[in-house]
């Protein structure tokens, strides 16, 4: 029988210190022990892997998305020109190596020869220059912002090509590595295309140069994915360059949390990365489970659309901010597993504004009502809620369910009726969600965003964003200036003060309830090997993840 271990990985982005780690530094991530057993032999080919999620992918089109869901299997299908490393370090990816001139505005890269995609086409710099044209001109595409900066895409010749920048892009290595850069097959895409389909909608319809090949997609229930056994260009992030150890990936969508607790406990499945944080003290000590403690970027929110009628008034978005007592929320919602956020950055986050801490609402339910009031929601009816000419002070709140909604949504519901606003909860399918908020039918949106940099307020407050991922309709001269100056400045003093002002501007205007900062814990079943979890996205590219045999 394999024994149970604590595992606990401890990971960071960029200089930061590490949270779960006692030491400091890049964040270079703490080896963990396997679980006991007889695993000499190493890595052995061959198994399945099942992977539990609560949430069905939104698409395959790596340009069309913003979604984790979709994320996670786009590191599996797709490679990217450079990678990041476990300590979020740039590393070779499909290309072997780059040169960046002096004044920043040119990049060479030089691919990895005989590559192939599953289709069986080699890769040419001919498609890295197709999937960047189509990125930057891609009508509705939520990240095409990422690379505004790039002017022009030459081939110089089969295995060589070259990006020139209209101006300095600080992060541009950073934005090569996500899962939007993901390199197409030209003719395969335009063929697609040609049929009149939607790319990276089904196994037809999607072809990268990843370890694993899209096999079957059941809307709503599983995808599965089989191993590339021609992949061989594996980044040098991971001891095994390829083929994969594992011969398939099963990816099952069980949207409710005890439903897939059991069937992890079961063995019907072998990891999920969504723990519903009330069951983390309990499964660590299940003999048979492996639990990974690992800290990211991440920020949990409630935003504002702030041309709703309500909340155009920035008294009602700060008296809603003074009335969430964020410290219950991480006990009663999160078990602990979190902390309370001040502001749109985690601390750790190069670019996090100290000030914040100065300028956050705190929990302050008397203030929460004076502004209310000044607000001219003064009146009560019978049941306490406030009213204005007869109105009642009524907000939609929309959500898609998580690991912790069901205690956080009525919590924050009866929070704020504490104060006299009258909160209507909405719970809606992911796929459902995200169209409901492109089209502004929300109110106030419950959202988790995870992150690399801080170019992640460029995301979500530039102006050009709207209507998604800037689902607040935020639109502000400065915030755009000094976004733009953050992304196009070679002075880090200069790029860290605009990151500065940005958080105060946030903060000011009330465009979120910053709620909290996850600490992040997975599980894995005995017969997985031990795992080294990335920071980016949890299993990444799966390629030293294994089945002990």
């Known amino acids: ?124 710099a001919q498609d890295v220059k197709f999937t960047f044209e189509r990125w930057k001109n891609k009508e509705g595409s939520p990240t095409r912002y990422q690379i505004d900066a790039v002017s022009e895409i030459q081939v110089v010749d089969e295995h060589t090509v070259r990006f020139i920048l209209s101006e300095p892009y600080a992060i541009f290595l950073d934005v090569l590595t996500g899962y939007a850069a993901s390199i197409l097959n030209e003719e395969f895409v335009t063929e697609v295309e040609s049929r009149g389909q939607d790319y990276g909608t089904s196994p037809e319809t999607v072809d990268g140069t990843g370890p694993f090949i899209l096999k079957e997609w059941i809307r709503q229930d599983h995808m599965t994915l089989v191993r590339n056994d021609a992949y061989t260009w594996g980044p040098p992030i991971y ?130 009502k004076q502004l209310l009031e000044e607000a001219g929601w003064s009146q009560m009816d019978a049941r306490g809620i406030r009213q204005k000419d007869g109105q009642p002070l009524k907000i939609l709140l929309m959500y898609s369910k998580g690991p912790t909604t069901d205690v956080l949504m009525p919590l924050i519901q009866e929070q704020l009726r504490q104060v006299g606003i ?43 964003q709207r209507p998604a991922p800037n689902r607040f309709a935020w639109a502000d001269p400065e915030t755009d200036r000094l976004l733009e100056m953050s992304r196009t400045s070679t002075n880090d003093e200069e790029r860290l003060k605009a990151y500065h002002d940005v958080q105060r501007i946030v903060v000011e205007n009330a465009i979120w309830v910053p709620l909290v900062h996850e600490k992040r814990v997975v599980a894995a079943g005995p017969a997985v090997g031990p795992l080294k979890i990335h920071p980016a996205n949890v299993l990444y590219k799966m390629l030293d993840v294994y089945k002990v045999r």
């Open 239 to 368: 001891e095994n360059r390829g083929p994969a150890y594992l011969e398939r990936v099963t990816l099952r969508v069980i949207p409710e949390d005890a439903t897939r607790i059991a069937e992890l406990e079961a063995g019907s499945i072998d990891f999920t990365p969504t723990l519903p944080p009330v069951e983390v003290s309990r499964l660590e000590n299940v003999s048979d489970l492996n639990l990974y403690r690992y800290t990211d970027l991440n920020t949990q929110f409630i935003g504002f659309r702030l041309s709703a009628p309500i909340l155009s008034d920035i008294r009602v978005r700060r008296a809603i901010n003074h009335a969430i007592n964020k410290e219950e929320v991480v006990e009663a919602a999160y078990y602990g597993l979190a902390e309370p956020a001040s502001g749109p950055l985690a601390p750790n986050t190069w670019g996090w504004w100290p000030g914040v801490e100065d300028i956050q609402y705190r929990y302050d339910p008397e203030k929460a």
């Open 1 to 124: 029988m394999l024994r149970r271990r604590r595992a606990v990985l401890a990971l960071v982005a960029m200089a930061v210190i590490l949270v779960f780690a006692a030491c400091g530094g890049q964040g270079a991530p703490t080896d963990v022990s396997g679980p006991a057993g007889d695993t000499a032999a190493g890595p052995q080919p061959g198994g399945e892997l099942i992977f539990g999620r609560n949430e069905e992918t939104e698409t395959l089109d790596p340009q069309a998305t913003t979604t984790v869901s979709s994320a996670e299997v786009d590191y599996l299908i797709y490679d990217t020109l450079v990678t990041r490393d476990f300590d979020m370090s740039i590393k070779p990816g499909l290309a072997e190596d780059w040169n960046v001139s002096d004044d920043g505005l040119v990049y060479t890269f030089h691919l990895k020869p005989d590559v192939k995609f599953h289709s069986g086409k080699p890769l040419t």
């Open 422 to 464: 009258d909160v209507t909860l909405r719970e809606m399918e992911w796929t459902a969600y995200l169209a409901a908020l492109r089209a502004g039918e929300h109110e106030m949106m419950l959202m988790g965003v995870r992150y690399t940099n801080a170019d992640i307020l460029y995301f979500y407050f530039h102006s050009k």
